[in-house]
């Protein structure tokens, strides 16, 4: 029954996931006194590029066929692992598990971006491991202070205990603390600017510029899923007082929507840092994570 | 008693492998096969022995030999038991290795490397069983002695003898603590051997400073930084399949020696031992994997990674020694599984790792990965088994070193329940946030060597021209990949065999390590229903691959075309490919305060400062334990030496004054004045 479910939420996270970025975009579109396109547009381009052909460079080796695959296979595997339905304590929802899922993925792209041979791919893959290792220590305290309180590492006790608990400044310092961390991880302004392709600001994109057709289609999705799972763990862990019972599944999607359309009115009020500013921005991550600590 | 057989079945064999090479000397290929076969039997033998012990129970042998301190006693328990398997299931793939590797030495003493190899491994299975003081320390000794020539083993290069010389030094340094530390407790116990040592018999004082002295001597040993330094230079100049070796099996001999005195001889001690040792162990893994991150010689690479995955191991043991201090026995139980876990997975991929580096060196002839690339269309199997020790060392699912690093984690986020209070909590956050710098530094290593090394084009000629190692060299290779992946895949079987390990102690409770349920990873913590299923990981990864399949022939079939990488027009060469050293370069500037990078420098090799100009790009990274600890002692000790030269001119005359001088002084002094 678990694991029934658990694919039930995998599959509705993987489809889902495109909608939230089509929401974030268009949001920021409004917020940009534009029209923007529709909410759907990522599910298009999606289609758009899934039936395009495919341009392969001769340097590249397997590595470069199967990364896309691996990549999104991590994502959809983390995203069974997000307590949504299933909060029972079975032995397979552990966050560690998510976080190093996600590394997975991350592993085969930097490697894949090595494959074609040329700067932008290197730079890009060397920029995005960056982010990752400063981000790492970050992500793993804000989800300590949570963690720690409720004793385990289980998602599903982790979300219970959050759920159960009342509001208190621990939260809002851990809240803000992933908040930074989400950010960064999902590769958005200040840390990252997903809509450009320029050479001085680009870090995940730059990976990605020998992909096309359906390969990059997958990366795509991948990158939604993986920004979905990225929110849905700040509104499962970091707010409390969850309308549990039968309102949590339209609570979810609230907290969801009022996420994005936060992280549109973040990135469009904030320019993008230099990129050795971000150790900084990640160092206020931590600070907050350890002012939740003390605050318990 | 089989046990017992094997056990002297095993000591012959490694010692007739080091006489055999005086027979078949003359002839290099016999030498490499009979000496090595003789080897791989001998380790084989090692295996079984350890798994009789393990179903049969302690064995306890007396050899066959009379020195001056009495019979020399070996007891192989279940600890003893448990290094022994390593050893015996590297030494058997190294010495597959061997087969292949040794062309190279032909004709550079082969016999004198294969000889040395059989009592390298001779001593290691001596210090893992004998259980008298003087024995260990004779063995330790015999280890660390032809260890050291086996680095030296290619002295023509100046870089290897100096590596040589840097480790003999340090690893006697670390002997005299270990000799400390033992005739502490021998003489409170009044008794030589093992099963009479104890910490109890002796005062809170003495035990505080054997405990220092057993941490600093093994620690040497093991590689801990500060004293790290001998072992990213020893560890490249030995022939690869030692290297392998000696981080595999030769590094554990200080883990084992920790595990027998913090478990077996002192017990639970106050609470600081075991934080000191997790101080130092968070300090070692970072710096460690920062200086795996910024290296470019592969084999430095992976020795300063050895570094790295040391403080790993150490965060269990000083984890389970702060639980053992606070009467918590599950949790200990679990800490000392995690690193033991840890040990064993740091063998099997770290030898890999040098084995792949062994096959690149062969194949390529540089150990600097900038000259390297495009050999995965050369070597593709070689790649194939690199990926997959690059996977487990980075820690990720679905392969060995993720278990490992995931019960590292449990084990510091219970930390708070032995360490009470605000100082506990953050102490423990800082130590997961650290271990997880840790974990992506490492992700971020071993992508870039990977694809440094692997990926894109030949940076080189030599990289151009390498081809496929021998058939010898990928079999042992595949075993230890298949390895990595089946103790991956399932975790409980290391961990029933782990639970067996340390069960013998006291103030250890790993009843309940294994969990009912075969598929799920549970260590019973008692606090929560927390665990991981490698199952489930398995599975929903190949259904995300599964689903990407699908979504990716939705469309039917896909049209494909072939071009050149996209370099804006211009025809792409290798010049354009990323480099380790730019890979690394935002990390050596975020962390500069510890990678002191400042010697980089551009230089202009013609002088036309507009048109053809031809540059290079040199980095020198001072090392800040060198610069900050060693320089100093080094220079105190060379301004003492000169000190002393200029008493000592060697001149006869000044002498006979130095001693009429003392004459005097002395009649002076007897007559009471």
Known sequence: MNILLSVVQAVGVVLLAPLVAGIIKTAKARLQNRRGPGIFQVYFDFKKLLFKDSVISVTVSWIFTIAPYIYFAGAVAAAALVPIITTASSGVFDVFTLIYLLALGRFFLVLASLDGGSAFGGMGGAREMFIAILVEPALLLSILTVALKAQTTNLGLMAMHAANSSLSLAYVFAASAFFMVLIAETGRVPVDNPDTHLELTMIHEGMTLEYSGRKLALIFWASAVRQLIMILLFVLLFIPDNLFGSAIFIGIILKVLLVAIFIAIA????????????PNFLAVSCLLSLLALVAQ | MIASDLYYLMLLLFSTGVVSVFFTGSHAKLTNYIAHSIALLGSTVAILCAIFVFMQGKMEVVLPLVLPFGPISASVDYLSAYFLLILGVIGTVTSIYAYGYSREYYHCRLPLMAGLYNAFLLSMVLVFTVSHVVAFLIAWEVMSVVSFFLVNHEYEQQVNTRAAFIYIVMTHLGTIFIIIAFLLLAGGAGSMDFSQLTGNLVSEKVRNIIFICAFIGFGTK?????????????????????????????????????????????????????????????????IGVLYAFIEHDIKRLLAYSSVENIGIILLGIGAGMVF????????????????????????LFKSLSFMGAGAVLQAAHTKDIEQLGGL???????????????????????????????????????????????????????????LGLTGALAVACFA?????????KPRSKRAEQAVEAPAAMLVAMAILAGSCIILGLWPQGMLMILSKTLGEFSGLDTIGLVSRDWYILAPATGHSDGGISMLAIILLLFSGFAVGLLLHSIAGKEKTAVGETWTCGIIPNYHMEYTATGFSKSIRLVFHSIVHSHYETLVNANNNQYHGRKLFYHVRIRYLFVSA?????????????????????????????????????????????
């Open chain 2, 222 to 286: 093991a590689g801990m930084v500060p004293l790290h330094i001998w072992l990213p230079r020893a560890h490249p100049a030995a022939p690869s399949h030692v290297s392998a070796l000696m981080s595999g099996v030769m590094l554990k001999t200080a883990i084992y020696g920790m595990c027998r005195f913090f478990l077996d001889f002192l017990g639970a001690g106050p609470v600081w031992w075991g934080a000191l040792i997790l101080v130092l162990a968070i300090i070692t893994a970072v």
């Open chain 2, 376 to 434: 995965i269309k050369k070597m593709p199997y070689t790649a194939v088994f690199c990926l997959v020790s690059s996977v487990a060392i980075a820690a990720l699912p679905p392969l060995n070193g993720f278990i490992s690093e995931w019960l590292t984690f449990q084990v510091l986020l219970f930390l708070p329940q032995a360490l009470t209070g605000i100082v506990g909590k953050i102490f423990s956050g800082l130590l997961i946030a650290l």
């Open chain 2, 629 to 673: 600890l060693y320089s100093p002692i080094n220079k105190a000790i060379i301004s003492t030496a000169r000190f002393m030269k200029s008493i000592q001119t060697g001149s006869v005359q000044l002498y006979v004054g130095y001693i009429m001088a003392v004459t005097v002084v002395i009649l002076i002094w007897s007559t009471g004045w």
């Open chain 1, 267 to 278: 990135e469009t009020s904030t320019n993008k840092l230099r990129l050795f500013k971000v």
């Open chain 2, 324 to 347: 053992m201090s606070k009467q918590l026995p599950v949790l200990a139980g679990v800490a000392f599984s995690a690193a033991l876990y840890h040990v064993f997975n740091h063998a």
């Open chain 2, 448 to 456: 870039t060597a990977f694809g440094i090394t692997f990926l894109a």
